[in-house]
């Protein structure tokens, strides 16, 4: 179990604010955060500074589920205010959920900490915090269908019929990974979730 039932855990999924990145590969954070409001029906959604949050509980552990608004580059800003004011250590409290272009569309790779690799969001979220160490999820999207795509184009654009029908599974799975780091930590988590795409 993480923390105590007196201390939060932060579990924080990452995209971009705005109806037109709805359903992009960059916004998967969202709907894993999206998933799990929709299954522990915590309350809120409520403003805190730079992001939307929701509070309740999972088992007997108090939990904060968060979508930062500052666009995806700047994600740390708004984890920070949330961390610094709940008190939340990063190495046992925080879970980030992201999306990574370099897992085939739909693996999950749970990690303890590690390289933020070509994702601006977690390298925003290591400056802001001053560390590495920290739970994350990442969510595969699939790599570039050319080296030559670009790669703003790629995340921001959204899936196909076929991609989008694996994600769907992938989502749930990354909710029940989150809720399953939440109760056990992460290294249940990892041997339980760390397997190959569905298919």
Request: glycine content about 12%; hydrophobic content about 40%; overall charge neutral.
């Amino acid at each position: 179990m993480n923390g105590t039932e007196n201390t939060w855990l932060l579990i924080a999924g990452l995209g971009n604010p705005g109806r037109q990145y709805e359903g992009t590969r960059h916004n998967v954070g969202f709907a894993v955060i999206d998933e799990l409001v929709d299954t522990l029906h915590f309350g809120g959604p409520e403003r805190f500074g730079k992001a939307y949050i929701g509070k309740g509980r999972i088992g007997a552990q108090k939990v904060i589920l968060m979508k930062p608004l500052t666009y995806m580059n700047l994600s740390g800003e708004a984890i920070r205010q949330v961390a610094d004011y709940y008190r939340i250590e990063p190495k046992t409290g925080l879970l980030v959920i992201n999306d990574d272009i370099d897992l085939p569309t739909g693996r999950l790779r749970l990690r303890m900490k590690g390289s933020a690799g070509s994702h601006n969001g977690l390298k925003n979220i290591v400056k802001m915090l001053g560390t590495s160490d920290f739970a994350r999820i990442r969510v595969g999207v699939g790599s570039k269908p050319d080296p030559d795509y670009d790669l703003a184009d790629y995340v921001l654009g959204h899936f196909s019929k076929e991609e989008k029908e694996i994600m769907d599974i992938a989502v749930k799975q990354a909710a029940e990974a989150a809720v399953c780091w939440a109760e056990n930590g992460i290294d249940i988590a990892m041997n339980v979730f760390n397997k190959p795409a569905p298919r």
